[in-house]
């Protein structure tokens, strides 16, 4: 009898990955999402249909962080993560089989800014502001649902690459020549952006905010590591064991499209170009310096730990 494997908020590249992943394994996967497939946000007890007999629950369900946080965006993306974790957790409560382990999504930004060392499970410190506020109430949630016969994991991913990815965008622009590092420096704040947490403050120079990150196969990897090592629960980081800087991230970028150049962005360019494309700064100027500690303590043997190889697969698999 095949594993049944549930994943809510699938509709994204990396949920679609693991869908395509898991369903290639002979498991039966199925979907909740806002439309379904196999349950809709709203049916609780179609959840627990799913939920009942499931070996695993993968929770990946939120709005996208790439917009612009204004008052309406910042609800939402409360709302769709704290909600949805709810919902979860409600539905495996009525289960009279729940799955043995749920893998919540969360986000390594709930690390504070860092520059002088690396962020761990064990020694990390909290940020501030309005993205770690999220972070902080998503993992909250997960922690408070009554759920003794079901592991629970908070997965703190770094930025995740690969087809679909973050990393796509800074594609187009190194092809383009503008694939230099992107520059912090002084910004103009308002007092509506300080008092929300949405404003970035100026501290790494010439592009040395470090740059955390996970090939997605190696999201795969971990989940099915998780699987097998009972003992993991709680919070675990989800990042490459050897984070780069934003210098190096783009200095591999272009080498991996054969570019020889690659203009900088200052932040008042990424402040406009921001604007307009409806994101924010802080996605590319917060250093982010996440190291894996627990996973690297179990024995988890990382498929992608470099940055190089990871960007030419990427890479390699949109040209072939």
């Known amino acids: ?33 806002r439309d379904g497939p196999d349950a809709s946000w709203g049916q609780t007890s179609a959840i627990t249909d799913l939920l009942d007999g499931a070996d695993l629950l993968i929770n990946l369900a939120g709005k996208s962080v790439n917009c612009r946080y204004g008052p309406a965006n910042r609800a939402e993306i409360m709302r769709s993560r704290i909600d949805t974790t709810r919902e979860l957790a409600n539905a495996l409560e009525a289960c ?28 990390g410190e909290i940020g501030t502001g309005f993205s770690v506020g999220i972070a902080t109430a998503w993992e909250r949630e997960l922690a408070a649902a009554d759920t003794p016969r079901t592991r629970r994991v908070a997965l703190r991913m770094a ?15 190194a ?19 300080v008092a929300a947490g949405t404003f970035h403050e100026f501290r790494a120079t010439w592009g040395r905010q470090k740059f955390s990150w996970i090939h997605i196969a190696d999201v795969l990897g971990i989940i099915r590591f998780l699987r097998a090592h009972e003992d993991l629960e709680g919070v675990v980081n989800a990042s490459s064991p050897h ?11 272009r080498r991996s499209l054969r570019v020889p150049f690659g203009l900088p962005a200052p932040r008042p360019l990424l402040e406009i170009g921001t604007a307009l494309i409806r994101s924010e700064t802080e996605l590319v100027l917060k250093s982010r310096w996440v190291v894996p500690e627990r996973l690297l303590d179990a024995g988890y043997e990382f ?18």
């Open 1 to 33: 009898m095949s594993d049944r494997i549930v994943i809510a908020g699938a509709s994204g590249f990396i949920g679609t990955y693991l869908a395509r992943a898991f369903r290639a394994e002979g498991a039966e996967v199925r979907l909740i999402g």
């Open 96 to 123: 009279e089989n729940p799955p043995r382990l749920w893998v919540n999504s969360s986000t390594a930004t709930i690390y504070r800014h860092a520059e002088d060392r690396p962020m761990t499970e064990s020694a």
């Open 159 to 173: 930025i995740v690459l690969g087809d679909g990815s973050a990393l796509i965008p800074l594609l187009r622009l």
């Open 175 to 193: 092809r383009f020549g503008l694939g230099g590092p992107q520059l912090d420096g002084p910004w103009f704040r308002s007092r509506a952006r």
């Open 243 to 253: 984070p780069v800087d934003n210098v190096e991230l783009m200095r591999t970028i």
């Open 303 to 320: 498929e992608y730990p470099d940055l190089e190889p990871a960007v030419r697969e990427i890479v390699a698999s949109r040209t072939a």
